[in-house]
């Protein structure tokens, strides 16, 4: 029997964005369906950016989720999603304002669209741990273990969660070296829960890749890139030609 449109939008959203949260609720208009459809299209755009750390990618997926937005500004995922790629484009210090017409890409232009998804949805684990990725960004690690204890009691298994766990414990100053360490060791941990809720979450990923070259670990670098290339995805032009010289490719 053929599923209906809007029935495959759904299937599609749960299995792909928000791993490990509640299943979306079916779209009751044909607006909220436009809206999902458009959502797919910027994971697709999100997955292949993060991948490939291209900011051209990410304003790209910008684009799309402007659209989704216009159909359904309530959309608490699509809004979230905006806040993970803003956060995602201030790691890109190349990318103009100029790219982003009306749009300012700092770390706190992204607090609205988390806002905007936790004020739709007060259960919205995306929307709670973009925020705390947020006050992370902004040095508040008060009010990012706040959000964190709200996306835990939303959704502990959600790869949203997972990143904005780790981005929190790599981050928190510690002054003791074995409290750091053991920091950086739970944060591994974290970003690996993330890939493990989505084998396809690029920016875990690449946050991982980040902390095994921070503290050295090539053996793990060079494990890790053979998974992503078993995904089908090749690391950026950079980011290879850095490793090379490490004697990682």
Request: charged share 20%; proline share 6%; net charge neutral.
């Given at each position: 029997?053929?599923?209906?449109?809007?029935l495959?939008?759904?299937?599609?959203?749960?299995?792909s964005?928000?791993?490990?949260?509640?299943p979306?609720?079916?779209?009751?208009?044909?607006?909220?369906?436009?809206?999902?459809?458009?959502?797919?299209?910027?994971?697709?755009?999100?997955?292949?950016?993060?991948?490939?750390?291209d900011?051209?990618?990410?304003?790209?997926?910008?684009?799309?989720?402007?659209?989704?937005?216009?159909?359904?500004?309530?959309?608490?995922?699509?809004?979230?999603?905006?806040?993970?790629?803003?956060?995602?484009?201030?790691?890109?210090?190349?990318?103009?304002?100029?790219?982003?017409?009306?749009?300012?890409?700092?770390?706190?232009?992204?607090?609205?669209?988390?806002?905007?998804?936790?004020?739709?949805?007060?259960?919205?684990?995306?929307?709670?741990?973009?925020?705390?990725?947020?006050?992370?960004?902004?040095?508040?690690?008060?009010?990012?273990?706040?959000?964190?204890?709200?996306?835990?009691?939303?959704?502990?298994?959600?790869?949203?969660?997972?990143?904005?766990?780790?981005?929190?414990?790599?981050?928190?100053?510690?002054?003791?070296?074995?409290?750091?360490?053991?920091?950086?060791?739970?944060?591994?941990?974290?970003?690996?829960?993330?890939?493990?809720?989505?084998?396809?979450?690029?920016?875990?990923?690449?946050?991982?890749?980040?902390?095994?070259?921070?503290i050295?670990?090539?053996?793990?670098?060079?494990?890790?890139?053979?998974?992503?290339?078993?995904?089908?995805?090749?690391?950026?032009?950079?980011?290879?030609?850095?490793?090379?010289?490490?004697?990682?490719?």
């Amino acid at each position: 029997m053929r599923r209906p449109t809007w029935l495959l939008i759904v299937l599609v959203l749960v299995s792909s964005f928000g791993c490990g949260t509640p299943p979306e609720p079916e779209p009751e208009t044909s607006a909220e369906m436009a809206a999902r459809g458009k959502m797919m299209r910027a994971m697709s755009q999100v997955s292949a950016a993060s991948f490939a750390e291209d900011p051209a990618g990410y304003v790209q997926a910008i684009a799309t989720l402007r659209e989704s937005l216009a159909y359904d500004p309530n959309y608490h995922r699509a809004n979230a999603m905006m806040a993970l790629v803003i956060l995602q484009i201030c790691n890109h210090t190349n990318v103009l304002g100029p790219s982003l017409p009306g749009l300012e890409i700092t770390p706190e232009s992204a607090r609205p669209y988390a806002n905007t998804a936790i004020n739709k949805n007060p259960k919205s684990v995306e929307g709670w741990s973009l925020l705390a990725m947020i006050c992370v960004a902004e040095s508040d690690f008060a009010g990012a273990k706040e959000a964190l204890a709200k996306a835990k009691s939303a959704s502990a298994k959600a790869r949203e969660y997972y990143l904005a766990y780790g981005d929190y414990l790599y981050n928190l100053p510690e002054e003791k070296p074995s409290k750091r360490a053991n920091n950086i060791v739970n944060a591994a941990a974290s970003y690996l829960s993330a890939i493990e809720a989505d084998p396809e979450f690029g920016i875990a990923y690449m946050r991982l890749l980040d902390l095994y070259e921070a503290i050295g670990d090539l053996d793990r670098i060079a494990k890790l890139i053979v998974d992503i290339r078993s995904l089908g995805y090749t690391l950026s032009s950079v980011r290879s030609i850095r490793y090379r010289q490490k004697g990682i490719m």
